[in-house]
């Protein structure tokens, strides 16, 4: 896997309370890969993971990826029509971020297509140090309880 999943599948899943990592079910996920073949071609590979990056496809963008796009999903929970608005995350700081997808930038070796601060979307290259954040997402079994948590936010299990 790439260093992304690496951490994602390592230190980032280590974050969590081991009651909230028994929750987590692995599902098949589509990723594109660049395939450098002298003009550039990219073809969708699938892998089982519980923790993952969103693909531009999830996010509403389109594209080869499938699978379930996960727009409608943020609209309502931001109370918005707007696409563009419902893609925006924000850090602790409450400061919009752009974040990263799995979907690879099929031009151009090393980049991978991101979600810019205000929901759009550009690509970037993936280097150790960047900027650019992450906003991942978990799959867990179907009979997680999960609730709102005192304060804000949402209790896992």
Wanted: hydrophobic fraction near 30%; include cysteine.
């Amino acid at each position: 896997g790439t260093s992304m999943d690496m951490w994602l599948q390592g230190d980032y899943q280590t974050r969590f309370a081991q009651g909230v990592v028994s929750h987590l079910s692995p599902k098949s996920i589509t990723y594109t890969v660049y395939s450098p073949s002298g003009s550039p071609t990219s073809f969708t590979k699938a892998i089982n993971r519980s923790i993952y990056l969103p693909s531009m496809y999830e996010m509403g963008f389109g594209g080869s990826e499938g699978g379930d796009s996960y727009l409608d999903v943020l609209k309502a929970f931001y109370n918005t029509t707007d696409a563009k608005t419902a893609r925006i995350a924000n850090n602790e700081s409450d400061t919009a971020v752009h974040y990263w997808s799995r979907t690879a930038y099929t031009q151009a070796e090393n980049r991978f297509r991101y979600v810019r601060e205000w929901g759009d979307e550009t690509y970037g290259q993936a280097t150790a140090g960047t900027t650019t954040c992450t906003r991942p997402m978990m799959s867990l079994l179907p009979t997680t309880p999960i609730t709102e948590g005192e304060g804000g936010g949402y209790v896992v299990g």
